[in-house]
């Protein structure tokens, strides 16, 4: 019998379609697609075809803009949004609009063109964490930027359109919305019993151990209880915390070796699908320290009915969150 589940945090319903219960030799997985490196401009010894470096690690002491690199953050060339001018356009009557005023950056996460984060060390992995962090202290300085958005499409099918392993950041003068839900139902059940619905949600799922695929001193990877997507998997600080880039030190090591091992798992179990990977942490204005607690989602790409969706607004997942979790425990790390 399918089901109809809702989301702890956002109130929003799916459907788990268990009846015809897939297991990952069934699903369509889109590949990462290899591309040579011959040309590619992530590549050491290339740093003349990317714009001018914003932040880098250089443990030998190298020169900007050249070769010796660990890590660099670029602008990107092809930026969705632009830094200069103000926020102020005039809508058209009630149609409200904004100037396209953001920031895109390109983290390089290392010189190597054939690693990826799941084959990276968890030094390499916490060494892009905090590459992150670093960025977000940065370009929160400017008041007109109200959200950072951080996120990663591994392989050509989820968006990706270099093979070489990058993450992007996009600094937004408006909230994304799925951020906005999560903050509102967040807001909504501290309201009602002054406790974290995150934080709640943990409780349960610790003591449970249905959807746990891991679980560190700092950081538990599980299945969410309403997975829009067949292993939809969230990374959560054990202790609250609203913003990714508060979080203590013994976090980023602990993320990135929760991180290292779980996508080493959807490697393996789903043979190197392509995947988005977001941060999701609170927006910079507003007071919501108390119920919104950052984490990290990974959505394996994976076919599905997008037909349903669009007509209907609801996710059909094939995949229950229980069976996803046992599959990704059972692989072995
Ligand atoms: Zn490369
Ligand atoms: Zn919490
Ligand atoms: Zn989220």
Redesign the pocket.
Known sequence: MPELRKDPITGRWVIISNERQKRPSDFQVERVVRIA?DQ?P??PGREALTPREVFANRSNGSAPNGPGWELRVVPNKFPALKVEGGLEREGEGMFDRMNGIGAHEVIIETPD?SKTLATMGEAEIERVLWAFRERILDLKKDIRFRYILIFKNQGAVAGATLE?SHSQLIALPIVPDFVRDEIDGARQHFFAKERCVFCDVLRQEIASGRRIVQESADIVALEPYAPRFPFETWLLPKVHGARFEDAPRHEYAGLARVLKSVLTRLDRALEQPAYNLIVHSAPFSEEVRDFYHWHVEVIPKVARMAGFEWGTGFYINPTSPEEAAQVLRDVRV
């Open positions: 490196a590619c992530f590549c063109h070489h």
